[in-house]
């Protein structure tokens, strides 16, 4: 399908360059003048031999890097229900429902801070702006082991996720300025499958944390908090040496893969490529109703999300294991979901769909909650695995879903806000969801399952809704007339408004 219906894609340089083969270029060929991409055919196709070598180095330099943040960042939010098993409850001495409110106190801080950190990463670039926030939710994380009680675990939990907001829409606005649209789910899913292994890790360090109880005269979830805080530290370090700022100024890059990188983003952008903030495009992601339903979309997904995430370890618990076998055994299922989510948004990409594959994760997480309900008197591997089933669908879902607005977002002001206003609505639902699986719902948490399978039947009628609008505008474009084309094209800072932009379904 043609993005335009009269401008030619742009043009490449007559000649590229000449490397030499050496030992850090992973064995790619040697490249000649004669190597280069032709722009009309090849610009835009994956599998052009010299976008693959310049795709791949980006890769190595962005991917693992946002990865392992994203890993740092789900286990220093995630690890207070490790912290709860190991017996922070009770130490603490928490009146029943306080936990609960200390999950969703998270929250709070994270909705505050979520647009104006998007606007600051923009601004000062990913390299100078994420060390600074994992700085600050590092040191948050580590002084949580100095909390006596109840406020303390209040205020701690508050400004870990006000630090964490500075971080949580970053990924996907950076992947989305580095990478076509076709190639961004699967890099999504790659870096957000780090919070099932964040899931897995945490269950198993937990595990091995636990023995140190006592040990320096801390309790084990004291140490929970400490020793998992260090790793954020240590990565806010390499983090301000190895990740890139934006393709146009990239220095890991020569200038010739600068340039052919830039051409393919403004090939597939189309006419919505607009990089310059402008307050026009500021206001323009609050005028878009695409942004409102899939704020929709996010705060349905984040209620069962973010109670299942984090009480992950609860519901094994009330499988029959005791505390410290309870943390080994939540690895396995945080394994299985990193499987799924990445064969998910392989599939999502390689499709250039995201709707269906939305919904498809949803079923997968309903039956899973479903099952649950019904083997809760089963014996524990029909349980366990009843559990594998709907954390598979849950965390799958999410990079298919932000790689959407991603992809159908246009110009950077507007795509950065629109995903920071996204995932701090979709904050509010994790608030609620920090209340579905309360104590008194204990072992089986029938409840919390049956209100997830409401949140997620919405979610889908929401979904199929997106996929059906945005499906009858790209048809409304394709039969424009001429003169209803021109007058559409009148106005300026359009966007993806523009009639030749087509969206991702």
Not at 24 to 45: H, Q
Not at 277 to 298: C, N, P, R
Request: charged content about 20%.
């Amino acid at each position: 399908m043609n993005l335009t219906h009269s401008s030619e894609p742009p043009k490449l340089a007559d000649t590229l360059y000449d490397e030499k083969k050496n030992d850090s270029d992973e064995g790619f060929r040697t490249m000649t003048p004669v190597d280069m991409v032709d722009a009309e055919s090849d610009i835009l196709n994956p599998m052009s031999d010299e976008i693959k070598r310049i795709r791949w180095k980006v890769d190595k330099r962005l991917i693992p890097m946002l990865a392992l943040i994203y890993l740092c960042s789900y286990l220093d939010r995630a690890n207070i229900g490790n912290a709860k098993v190991a017996g922070m409850e009770t130490d603490l001495q928490l009146k029943p429902g306080r936990f609960n409110t200390a999950l969703s106190i998270f929250y709070i801080g994270y909705v505050l801070g979520e647009i104006p950190a998007n606007m600051a990463l923009k601004t000062i670039g990913p390299r100078m702006w994420i060390p600074l926030v994992m700085l600050a939710w590092g040191g948050v994380m580590i002084s949580m082991a100095a909390i006596k009680n109840e406020s303390g675990l209040y205020a701690g939990r508050f400004f870990l996720g006000l630090a964490e907001s500075g971080f949580a829409p970053g990924p996907m606005f950076v992947i989305s300025i580095w990478y076509i649209r076709q190639e961004q789910a699967i890099r999504a899913g790659l870096f957000f499958s780090a919070a099932t292994v964040a899931g897995a890790f945490g269950g198993v360090l937990a595990y091995g944390i636990s023995h140190m109880d006592g040990v320096s005269g801390l309790r084990g979830w004291q140490w929970i908090f400490i020793i998992e805080g260090i790793p954020t530290l240590v990565m806010c370090v390499v983090a301000f040496f190895v990740l890139p700022d934006f393709p146009a100024n990239a220095k890991f890059l020569t200038p010739a893969e600068r340039d052919l990188t830039m051409k393919r983003l403004q090939a597939d952008a189309g006419p919505a490529n607009e990089t310059e903030f402008t307050w026009e495009q500021f206001w323009a992601a609050f005028k878009d109703w695409k942004v409102y339903l899939h704020m929709s979309i996010g705060f349905f997904h984040a209620i069962p999300h973010a109670a299942l995430g984090l009480s992950i370890p609860s519901i094994v618990e009330g499988f029959n294991f005791d505390h410290v076998t309870t943390q080994i055994m939540t690895a396995p299922v945080y394994v299985v979901a990193c499987l799924f989510t990445l064969a998910m948004a392989h599939s999502s990409d390689k499709r250039k769909e995201r709707g269906y594959h939305a919904t498809i994760t949803i079923l997968v997480s309903i039956a899973g909650y479903l099952l649950l309900v019904l083997t809760r008197n089963a014996s524990t591997a029909a349980r366990y695995i009843s559990l594998m089933i709907c954390t598979s669908g849950n965390f799958a879902f999410t990079p298919v879903a932000l790689s959407w607005p991603s992809a159908n977002i246009g110009g950077h002001t507007k795509r950065g806000v629109a995903l920071a206003m996204i995932i701090s609505f979709a904050q509010i639902g994790s608030a609620i969801g920090g209340q579905l699986y309360r104590d008194d719902d204990a072992p089986t948490y029938k409840r919390g399952h049956l209100m997830s399978v409401g949140c997620l039947a919405v979610d889908i009628l929401l979904v199929l809704l997106m996929k059906r609008m945005l499906v009858h505008e790209n048809n409304r474009r394709e039969l424009l007339t001429p003169e209803q084309f021109e007058k559409e094209c009148s106005q300026a800072g359009l966007a993806d408004r523009h009639p030749d932009f087509r969206y991702y379904s």
